[in-house]
């Protein structure tokens, strides 16, 4: 069995610091024991203690109140009562106090009746909160406010979204945009009004906003996809800037705008791998003939071309691991030519995510590049190492991935057939993960890694877990189901387990599995005999008839007596005889089983009383079979008799069977008026419907890929469940038209805004400070800035209304060269060296989103670098990025940047003095200018 | 085919609706909503199932019940439970859980039952601001402990002195700015950053000691004591050494794809840099072996069977290092599991200790 280590070692630090070892950081688990919290937990509490406590005037004592009823809360009991208490505490200042309050609020504001009515008295409180100075209580306010489910209170949760959308701080405006969900759910009719706010938070321009943005989108109005037009180049942009879970939003979201908005880029290579999976899953279904059909497919998929390319590849194998991933059409170039290039765009300013340390990021990625990519090789590789790569983690992670892995490589076996190795089950392992490896490691079945998997999944059968090894051993049927020149060895090594396995739930599944082989026809000529030998040698062991027991029992003298089998292995031996043994079967090497097959049949008839269900359908399947096939003979009789005993049997389904049977076999039991013409055709029809040819059944490799499954989104949790869940959105298909690009263009709107952003419009590096900085102007007032300017509402409210008109002026002015400039400047960037090294660093900060922004003051004038210079003396700058900046940063690192830095030398040294020795902020190219 | 009207009303994903820890033991320790309430009859459901397995940790991370899908995270002995009605990236929610997890160590030592009793009120101000109508708000450590003062013994003190508590009744700046993950103006008399390269090695040997497989991983952990916001670098003598890699937020990922150098502006702290995948041409044999043997002889009936392991040390050198010296090796853990059927053993080791599990049939030698 295996084993894993795992050890550690602690190496060097290859780097310029110096490596010294961690200090221990632990230091506060050591003494919680002053005053500590559990009391209000494991006491009772005294109610009339608990209002004195909350009508305290003082804050400390308030607090002991709210926890004992936040501890009541925890404890899963009804603390509903204090609510009138605890409404009057919505007044207090302290934070603490306030918070619980809150808390306190929002658990149990549409409780009842009465909750519901003392809660309308706290919103002036709210109100009153809500034009604060202070963002956070502002914020506060806005989002306890919307969590309250009182209808009563919509047209004013409405108005205070609206209103804190304008805010100057980008922290209210999330929660802004957090909110609008929680009125969605509440009054669906309050839709268009949400709309237009998501649409106005969606030209926001700082990062923080965006995310919850997006998310609001998703849950609003997911298709509504003219207000995301405008957003998308942005979106693309700002990937790498936004939060982590924002990202995973916004990827999903983009995904089904980019099936909605551009054409399939690789459509040819789409449908031939469907193909190609659901052939391989079907493969040795048909035996010979099949085989041929399922080669013509792989042709089809390896060729660019597609279709007609049939004959002349016959010969062509599998993809080896070194050429992994060449499968995919050739060369990324030509295809990623024809791409729009605002797909392009997503596609690229999301491969870098792959590095994220969140998986939720990586397998967003991986999801968006396996529908809407191209299918490129280099693309492929990056992927598969990535999606390997998060495996390693939790186990809770491991599932998702696995099962998002398992899907995946049905259709796109070379993603993971590099990684073979990582998918070997450990003894760690927990179930879910082994059955999920087990369901991989047969999907990456090819020519040239079989020896290893038949190897790896013959470790597994010694393992202790059962139903693990059940689950290997259907695993060994589908690879030798899809890899006829391993069959043999495949159905050899089930023959071999059969005969010596002692568990019977094991011994079961083999029968069934190699049952299925046979009927697939997948089971080698060679070994056709003798297998079948086996398994009817099994099958009259276990039968209790006891003369042939004694008959066998001389054979197998000396063996340990084998258990029972169970009733699905017996049933499949009875098919089996059923199927081989009639006198019609044209299948070679069957003459042994045809000799027997009455025999069989005589002995089963015995003891079909006692039989499970099951196996009485399978006897009466038989003797059908036998008795249409040899009429006249030995047999009639005891086909008859089982007819009989079918007929008065105790299920119904069986006596219904035993009537069709006897129709068919041309015979009656019914007395008086029948039409023996009718049954006489029915009789000389018989022997097509039961001894025809039968096509054989599919062993699915996988959840997806086969028509009629359904084909639910990787990574979406409809297809952990199998199932689609509410608010599950399918991928829209790629439309068959390109649709408009141009919708992404923001022309239209440039005519309109200039008029609003005033005198910013001259330069474009301007435009971008203010979108930036709108924003930032209040918020920097409550920060450290000197800047006294109190951002009253109507200001911010004006400030962030031209802040996006401006940004979109500006975009629209960099929109044209921004494609092709983007990577131009990107390449020669890393061509040159020192001359460039300004520019680079301005660069970096860019792709950081690091836009500090700077004061009013230097808005005129300002350029990036000067934000940048004067970023340490106040490093609040807000997670804003000038929707321009990143267009205009790659464009910056050519002639552009000179300017900027021009302004630079005279903004700098107030910015160094003021920091010190932090000014190794600004990365080397800003230490040098400063020097 | 759906309707025009349908498609109107259709409404996309949402989020957590509610999230409840468990401790091991099955009681509830901090249950909290953001979408409306989740009755508490769903941890019973959780329960149940649960308690249909072996090792609670088996169970499957995502539970389906009548009315909700329960995504539930298990670490360090407690259970943490999120329910979702309708269709949400579930990798979201599980990082996300792990995240709380992670915070909460951060803040308590250790997530603990009695930690977190300890400390209620301050678990809920946290879940309080790490989420907003079911969606993450403020994961960064940084930040959080800008705005929630992490608890310690002076901190208690001075507040039951004073009556303050430890809640900041502003936002913190680093917050809203463009690193969410560094608090602004932190300040230290002596700079100083350390760095910790912890590199595992997982490997399956077959049954005659031959290696299956092998990886390497590793990740460096930082304790970042630096004043400002200070702009850092760190180089590899041997970049092509990483075969794959994630890397904290702060890390600019371009400039690494570029360079292949690690640019950085720290949080505050201790945080995890970066892991790694280390590329290994061959499979890179683990420091020590472990030979085993079973012999069953059941000619007599008797039952009885033997194994013997032996574990020895391996020459290694270390990946990156040539060797000068042998590498240490320390706490050294073997862990047998014997099959169900076995109902005693009798184990001696000449070297360490060797504990047997009658419940679980499993022995951990510990060699030291």
Request: hydrophobic share 35%; proline share 5%; net charge negative.
């Amino acid at each position: 069995m295996t084993t894993s280590m795992t050890s550690s070692m602690v190496a060097a630090l290859p780097s310029s610091m110096t490596t010294v070892t961690m200090s221990s950081m632990s230091k506060q688990a050591a003494g919680t024991v002053v005053q500590s919290e559990a009391h209000f937990l494991e006491e009772t509490m005294n109610p009339g203690r608990v209002r004195q406590y909350l009508n305290n005037s003082k804050d400390y004592e308030k607090a002991k109140g709210m926890k004992w009823l936040l501890a009541m809360m925890s404890k899963g009991r009804d603390a509903s009562e204090f609510f009138s208490d605890v409404v009057k505490n919505v007044v207090v200042k302290g934070v603490e106090v306030k918070k619980m309050v809150y808390m306190y609020l929002v658990h149990y504001a549409d409780f009842n009746a009465s909750c519901r009515e003392l809660a309308l008295l706290s919103i002036n409180s709210f109100q009153k909160d809500l034009a604060a100075s202070n963002q956070l209580v502002r914020a506060m306010a806005l989002r306890v406010m919307s969590s309250i489910r009182v209808p009563e209170i919509i047209q004013i949760q409405l108005l205070a979204v609206k209103k804190c959308a304008n805010d100057s701080s980008p922290y209210v405006r999330k929660c802004a945009a957090n909110a609008i969900p929680k009125i969605y759910k509440m009054s669906p009719d309050q839709k268009e009004p949400l709309e237009q706010i998501v649409e106005k938070l969606l030209r926001d321009s700082s990062c923080m906003v965006l995310g919850s943005a997006v998310a609001a989108f998703a849950e609003v109005c997911p298709d509504k996809w003219d207000i995301m037009h405008r957003a998308y180049r942005k979106l693309c942009h700002l990937l790498a800037d936004v939060d982590e879970w924002a990202q995973i939003t916004i990827l999903s979201v983009l995904t089904r705008y980019l099936r909605t908005q551009f054409v399939d880029p690789a459509p040819a290579v789409r449908d031939a791998l469907k193909a190609q999976a659901q052939q391989r899953s079907a493969a040795g279904a048909q035996a010979a003939p099949k085989k041929v059909k399922r080669r013509i497919v792989k042709k089809a998929f390896y060729s660019d071309e597609e279709d007609e390319s049939q004959e002349e590849e016959f010969e062509v194998k599998l993809p080896t691991s070194a050429e992994v991933g060449s499968v995919f059409t050739g060369g990324d170039q030509e295809t990623e030519g024809d791409l729009d290039p605002d797909h392009r765009l997503l596609l690229r300013s999301s491969l870098p995510l792959l590095k994220s340390r969140n998986s939720g990021v990586v397998l967003a990625v991986c999801s968006l590049h396996y529908y809407c990519g191209t299918n490129s090789n280099s693309t492929g590789t990056a992927l598969g190492k990535a999606l390997v790569r998060i495996l390693r983690n939790a186990r809770e992670i491991q599932y998702v991935v696995l099962q998002a892995i398992a899907t995946m490589a049905t259709e796109r076996p070379q993603l993971f057939i590099p990684f073979l190795a990582d998918f070997y089950i450990k003894a760690t392992d927990p179930q879910f993960a082994r059955s999920l490896k087990l369901q991989v490691l047969t999907a990456l079945t090819v020519d040239d890694n079989v020896d290893m998997i038949l190897r790896e999944l013959q470790t597994y059968i010694s393992h202790g877990d059962k139903d693990f090894v059940r689950d290997t051993v259907r695993a060994v049927g589908r690879v030798a189901d899809a890899q006829p020149d391993v069959a043999e060895k495949c159905v050899s090594g089930l023959v071999a387990l059969l005969q010596c396995s002692t568990i019977d739930s094991v011994t079961d599944t083999v029968v069934v599995v190699t049952r299925q082989l046979i009927q697939q026809g997948a089971c080698p000529e060679s070994l056709l005999p003798q297998t079948l030998r086996l398994l009817v040698l099994l099958l009259l062991e276990s039968t209790s008839a006891s003369d042939l027991q004694a008959e066998e029992d001389e054979d197998a003298e000396g063996k340990k007596p084998r258990p029972p089998l169970l009733p699905s292995a017996k049933a499949s031996c009875i098919w089996l005889v059923g199927e081989y043994g009639v006198p019609t079967c044209a299948v070679p090497g069957c003459d042994k089983i045809k000799a027997v097959a009455g025999d069989v049949l005589r002995v089963m008839a015995q003891t079909f009383t006692e039989e499970p269900l099951e196996v009485k359908i399978q006897i009466l399947n038989l003797a059908v079979k036998l008795g249409v096939a040899r009429p006249g003979s030995e047999i009639t009789p005891l086909t008859n008799l089982v007819l009989e005993l079918s007929r008065y049997d105790l299920d119904y389904d069986l006596r219904d069977r035993s009537r069709f049977a006897t129709a068919l076999m041309g015979l009656t039991s019914e007395d008086g008026a029948v039409d023996n013409a009718a049954l006489q055709s029915l009789r000389q029809k018989a022997s097509g419907v039961m001894l025809g040819v039968k096509m054989p059944p599919l062993t699915l490799l996988g959840d997806v890929a086969v028509e009629g499954l359904n084909d639910l989104t990787i990574g979406s949790l409809s297809s952990m469940m199998h199932h689609e869940l509410n608010g599950y959105l399918s991928l829209p298909t790629w439309p068959d038209i390109q649709p408009d690009p141009a919708v992404r263009d923001t022309n239209m709107e440039k005519k309109e805004g200039v008029v609003g952003v005033g005198g910013t419009g001259s330069d474009s590096d301007s435009d971008s400070d203010a979108s930036g900085k709108g924003g930032a102007d209040g918020f920097y007032d409550d920060g450290s800035d000197s800047d006294s300017d109190s951002g009253s509402d109507s200001d911010s409210d004006s400030d962030s209304d031209s802040d996006s008109d401006s940004g979109s002026d500006e975009d629209s002015d960099e929109d044209s060269s921004e494609e092709e400039s983007d990577e131009e400047s990107d390449e020669s960037d890393s061509g040159e060296e020192e001359s460039d090294e300004d520019s680079d660093a301005e660069e970096e900060y860019n792709e950081e989103s690091s836009e500090y922004s700077s004061s009013d003051e230097e808005d005129d004038g300002a350029s990036k670098a000067a934000k940048m210079a004067a970023a340490p003396t106040s490093f609040s700058g807000f997670g804003s990025y000038g929707m321009n900046s990143m267009g205009s940063a790659a464009p910056g690192a050519g002639a552009a940047s000179i300017d900027p830095f021009g302004g630079m030398d005279s903004l700098l040294p107030p910015a160094t003095g003021a920091t010190g020795g932090m000014g190794g902020a600004m990365g080397g190219g800003l230490g040098d200018a400063s020097e | 085919p759906e309707g025009l009207s349908q498609v109107e009303f259709r409404s996309g994903q949402t989020m957590i609706q509610s999230i409840f820890m468990m401790s091991r033991t099955g009681e509830v320790l901090i249950e909290k909503h953001w979408r409306g309430i989740t009755p508490r009859s769903v941890c019973d459901v959780f329960w149940d199932e649960a308690n249909r397995y072996a090792a609670k940790e088996d169970a499957p991370p995502i539970i389906y019940t009548s009315k909700y899908y329960l995504i539930s995270v298990f670490r360090d002995d407690v259970f943490l439970i999120a329910s979702v009605t309708a269709e949400v990236p579930p990798l979201l929610v599980i990082e996300f859980l792990h995240r709380i997890i992670d915070i909460y160590t951060e803040y308590f030592g250790s997530v603990e039952e009695q930690n977190i009793k300890d400390n209620f009120s301050t678990c809920y101000q946290l879940l309080e601001e790490m989420m907003d109508n079911g969606y993450p708000l403020t994961t960064e450590p940084n930040a959080l402990k800008a705005m929630i003062k992490p608890p310690s013994v002076m901190g208690r003190v001075h507040s039951y002195a004073t009556g303050k508590s430890g809640i900041s009744d502003d936002l913190a700046e680093g917050m809203v700015s463009s690193m969410p993950w560094r608090k602004a103006g932190v300040k230290y008399a002596q700079n100083e950053i350390y760095m910790d390269i912890i590199e595992e090695v997982d490997a399956i040997v077959d049954r005659n000691g031959q290696m299956v497989s092998s990886e390497v991983t590793g990740m460096v952990q930082a304790n970042s004591r630096l004043s400002g916001i200070p702009d850092l670098t760190m180089t590899f003598i041997d970049p092509d050494v990483i075969d794959d890699c994630s890397f904290h937020p702060c890390v600019r990922y371009n400039r690494f794809e570029r360079d292949r150098v690690v640019s950085f502006v720290p949080p505050d702290g201790a945080f995890e840099l970066m892991r790694y995948r280390v590329n290994t041409k061959a499979n890179v044999s683990a420091p020590i072996y472990c030979q085993s043997q079973v012999m069953f002889n059941d000619s007599q009936n008797t039952g009885y069977g033997r194994i013997s392991i032996t574990v020895g040390q391996k020459p290694t050198s270390s990946l990156i290092m040539p060797s000068k010296g042998t590498m240490a090796i320390e706490e050294v853990a073997l862990t047998i599991p014997f099959p169900k059927a076995v109902r005693t053993t009798n184990l001696t080791v000449n070297v360490g200790t060797c504990l047997y599990d009658e419940a679980t049939k499993v022995a951990k030698w510990t060699i030291g």
